[in-house]
C-alpha cells in the first residue's frame, strides 16, 4: 500500500471529504487529491498534522508495503525485566531509517497506481501552453504531444458544461462553458503507440477565467502594456479577424511564434487595450508563415505596441491600371488609422467604380505574401463585411461580378460578396438590375441573379427578410414599371431557392411565370 492510499484509507475511516480533511489541515482539496493519488507528496509539517488527524504515528502512517506498524506484533519483554533494551532501541533505529528512506523516496517521485515511477513535471517547456493557477502547484497543458487520460491530470472547474464532439479532422473537441460568454476550449487527437495511449493537443482557447494564463503570466484582462513588456517585439500586430466564429469581438490582437515552434501560434485578442482572449494553436495547415508580416493583415509592432506600417509596399499612383488603383484604395482604408473622412470616401469611391475592370489574378500578386491567394480572400473577407453599400457601390457590385481572372472557388467567394449587398438593400439591388447602362447585359444581369439568389440561400432568414423589403416596394410608385418588374424577378429567385440549379428559371421579367 503506497502513502497515498494509506491517506486516502484513514480519511474514510473518519467519514470526511477530500475537502474538509484540506480545510483541517490549511491545504486545499486539489492538494489532499494529489496526496492520495501519490502525484504529490506531503511535506513533514503536514505528515505530522495528518499523523494527528488520523490519531496514529507518523511511523505508521508511512510505513512501507512490506511492514504494516498496525499489525505488527508487539516486542517480547526482556526476560527478566532488567538491563539494556537491545531490542527496543533497534526497533526505534529501524522505525527511524525506514521513515527516513520513505521521506527521501516520496520527495524524489511518485509511485503510479501500476507501481511505475515517473517524475513530476516543473512547468510548460514552451510558451505554447495555458497554466491553471488556481491549482497547487499550477498546472498546464501545453501544445504537443501529452500521455494520459483527459483532462491529462488537470481538474477545470470552470462553469457550464462540458460538451465533447469530433472535429472536422477527427480530432476530440472539449469545450466547457458557455461559447457566448467564458468558455475553455482544448482540441485534440489521439493514437497508439506499445500499449500507451498519446495525444496531440492541437489547440487551447479561453475568453474568461482571470486564473488561466500564459506561461509569462498574460491572461484575461491584462493590459497592452503587460503583453507588449512580456513578448516584446517579437509579437505581430494584427488586424481585426471578421466572421461568426471567431472568438471573441475584439479591436485588434497580437501573434506570436517562435523559431524553435514554428508551427504553434499564440494570439492574444484584445479590446479596449485588455485581453480579452487567448488561443494557442498548432498552424500547420495554415503554413509556417501564417503570421509573418505580409503588408495586408499583420505588421511589425514598435516599442510601444503600435503597428508599424512605415514599410507599407504600394504601387505608385503613376500609370496605374485598375487592378492597381483597387489594391492601393483597399490598402490605404485597412491600414491608415488616421483617414480624413475626405479621404476614406475618396479611396472607398477608388475600389467600387474599379472593380468591374480590375484582374484578381493580377490582385493576389500586389500583397507581397508568401501566399498570394490570402491576398483575394482579405480583400474579399473585406467587400463581404462593410456594414453598408450604396446603391451605386451595389451597381459596380454587380457588374464586378464578372471581372477578369474571377473564376472557380474565388467566383463563390464573390456570390457571397453579393448576397451582402442584396440582403443590405434588396430594392436598390433590383434597381441597379434594371438600369440600362447601354451595353447588352443580358448575359450579366442573367449571372448576377443566378449567383445573388445562391450567395444568400445559406441564410435563409436574410433571404426571408429581402423577399419582405421587395414585397413592400412591388406595386408602389416607390419604383418605375422597369424597377418594378425586374424586383419580381429577383423575388421569385429569392423564394424558390434551388440550391444553385437556376438553369430552368426564368431570365427576364418577361419570362415570369403569370
Given at each position: ?16 471529504s ?9 491545504v486545499s ?35 512501507t ?18 538491563g ?6 533497534c526497533?526505534?533505529?529501524?522505525a527511524?531509517?525506514?521513515?527516513l ?8 517521485s511518485?509511485v ?21 493557477d ?11 504531444e ?6 491529462f ?23 466547457l462553458?458557455d461559447?457566448?460568454e ?12 506499445s500499449?500507451?495511449t ?7 482557447e ?11 503570466g498574460?491572461h484575461?484582462?491584462?493590459?497592452r502594456a503587460?503583453?507588449?513588456t ?6 505581430v ?5 471578421e ?39 498548432n498552424v500547420?495547415?495554415?503554413g ?15 516599442s510601444?505596441?503600435d ?11 503613376k500609370d496605374?491600371d485598375e ?8 490598402n ?36 507581397g505574401?508568401?501566399?498570394?491567394v ?11 463585411n462593410?456594414?453598408?453599400f ?13 471581372a ?14 453579393l ?18 447602362s447601354?451595353a447588352d ?13 445562391y450567395?444568400i440561400?445559406?441564410t ?10 421587395l ?38 421579367p ?5
Open positions: 500500500m503506497t502513502l497515498g492510499q494509506r491517506i486516502s484509507e484513514y480519511r474514510k475511516k473518519l467519514g470526511i477530500q475537502e474538509e480533511l484540506g480545510a483541517r489541515l490549511g482539496r486539489q492538494a489532499v487529491s494529489k496526496w492520495e493519488t501519490d502525484i504529490a507528496s506531503p511535506d513533514m509539517e503536514n505528515l505530522l498534522a495528518l499523523s494527528r488527524e488520523f490519531g496514529i504515528s507518523v511511523a505508521e502512517l508511512t510505513a508495503p512490506e511492514e504494516t506498524p498496525m499489525e505488527a506484533p508487539a516486542p517480547e519483554p526482556s526476560p527478566t525485566g532488567k539494556f533494551p537491545w531490542k527496543g532501541l526497533f526505534a533505529l529501524l527511524c531509517v525506514l521513515i528512506g520513505v521521506l527521501w523516496w516520496n520527495a524524489r511518485h503510479e497506481p501500476s507501481s511505475s515511477a515517473q517524475e513530476e513535471p516543473e512547468g510548460p517547456q514552451t510558451d505554447f501552453a495555458l497554466v491553471f488556481w491549482m497547487e502547484p499550477p498546472e498546464f497543458l501545453e501544445l504537443g501529452q500521455q494520459g487520460e483527459y483532462p491530470g488537470v481538474d477545470l472547474f470552470l462553469q457550464g458544461p462540458d460538451t465533447v464532439l469530433t472535429g472536422d479532422n477527427g480530432e476530440t473537441v472539449h469545450t462553458g461559447l457566448d467564458d468558455h475553455f476550449r482544448l482540441s485534440y487527437s489521439e493514437y497508439e503507440d500499449g500507451s498519446y495525444r496531440g493537443i492541437t489547440l487551447l479561453c475568453n474568461g477565467s482571470k486564473e488561466i494564463s500564459t506561461p509569462r498574460i484575461i484582462g491584462s493590459t503587460d503583453v507588449v512580456a513578448y516584446g517585439t517579437d509579437l500586430y494584427c488586424l481585426k479577424e466572421g461568426d466564429d471567431i472568438l471573441v469581438p475584439h479591436d485588434y490582437y497580437y501573434a506570436y511564434q517562435t523559431e524553435a515552434a514554428p508551427t504553434y501560434a499564440l494570439c492574444l485578442f484584445l479590446q479596449d487595450g485588455l485581453v480579452v482572449g487567448i488561443r494557442m494553436e500547420m495547415d495554415m509556417l508563415d501564417a503570421y509573418a508580416v505580409d503588408n495586408l493583415n499583420t505588421f511589425p509592432i514598435l510601444n505596441g503597428p508599424d506600417f512605415s514599410h507599407r509596399r504600394e504601387p505608385e499612383r496605374m487592378t492597381q488603383i483597387v489594391y492601393s484604395a483597399w490605404q482604408l485597412v491600414t491608415n488609422q488616421n483617414l480624413s473622412a475626405e479621404d476614406r470616401y475618396g479611396y472607398r469611391r477608388d475600389v467600387f467604380t474599379n472593380l468591374p475592370e480590375m484582374d484578381w489574378q493580377e490582385f493576389m500578386q500586389l500583397g505574401s508568401d501566399d498570394p490570402t491576398t483575394a480572400e482579405a480583400f474579399a473577407d473585406w467587400l463581404r462593410q456594414e453598408s450604396s446603391e451605386g457601390e451595389i451597381y459596380y457590385i454587380q457588374r464586378g461580378s464578372m477578369k481572372g474571377l473564376d472557380g472557388a474565388y467566383s463563390e467567394n464573390y456570390d457571397s460578396i448576397a451582402a449587398a442584396l440582403a443590405y438593400d434588396p430594392v436598390g439591388f433590383a434597381k441597379q438590375l434594371a438600369y440600362d447601354g447585359e443580358s448575359q450579366l444581369r442573367t449571372h448576377v441573379l443566378m449567383s445573388a439568389a450567395g440561400d445559406y435563409p432568414a436574410r433571404a426571408s427578410a429581402a423577399v419582405e423589403k414585397d413592400a416596394a412591388i406595386g408602389t410608385n416607390a419604383l418605375t414599371e422597369e424597377e418594378n418588374a425586374w424586383a419580381r424577378l429577383l423575388r421569385y429567385y429569392l423564394a424558390n431557392p434551388n440550391d444553385g440549379d437556376y438553369s430552368d428559371y426564368p431570365k427576364t418577361e419570362e415570369l411565370p403569370s
